[in-house]
């Protein structure tokens, strides 16, 4: 499976984008997929996952209430959808898989995509 993000760019604080990640290969419903971030200086921050038959997702505390991922198995794609921006969230956005059930860690991910830049102004 190979990833490939897209949907990042310029937001004002309050508004909203919707990442995407495009998965190649057949067998992407058997993977578990999440969102992380990384801002300059910092580590990878887990944002968000959900499993593979989408009965179960999770957040990160900083991104609850604001955040949906959600994915389209048909299309092999998972969406991130951001709401009510706010500067903080301003990293590189990174999508990743696994197979096996969702979790919330960097270390359990062992396919990554390039990352898409996220800035969001005040």
């Known amino acids: 499976v190979q990833l490939v993000e897209s949907g990042g760019g310029l937001a004002q604080a309050g508004g909203s984008l919707r990442l995407s990640c495009a998965a190649s290969?057949?067998?992407?419903?058997?993977?578990?997929m999440g969102w992380f971030r990384q801002a300059p200086g910092k580590e990878r921050e887990f944002v968000a996952a959900i499993n593979w038959s989408e009965t179960g997702t999770a957040y990160g505390d900083s991104v609850k209430g604001r955040f949906t991922i959600s994915r389209d198995n048909a299309k092999n794609t998972v969406y991130l959808q951001m709401n009510s921006l706010k500067p903080e969230d301003t990293a590189v956005y990174y999508c990743a898989a696994r197979q096996g059930r969702l979790i919330v860690t960097v270390r359990g991910y062992d396919l990554w995509g390039q990352g898409t830049q996220v800035t969001v102004s005040s």
């Open positions: 290969g057949r067998t992407f419903s058997r993977y578990a």
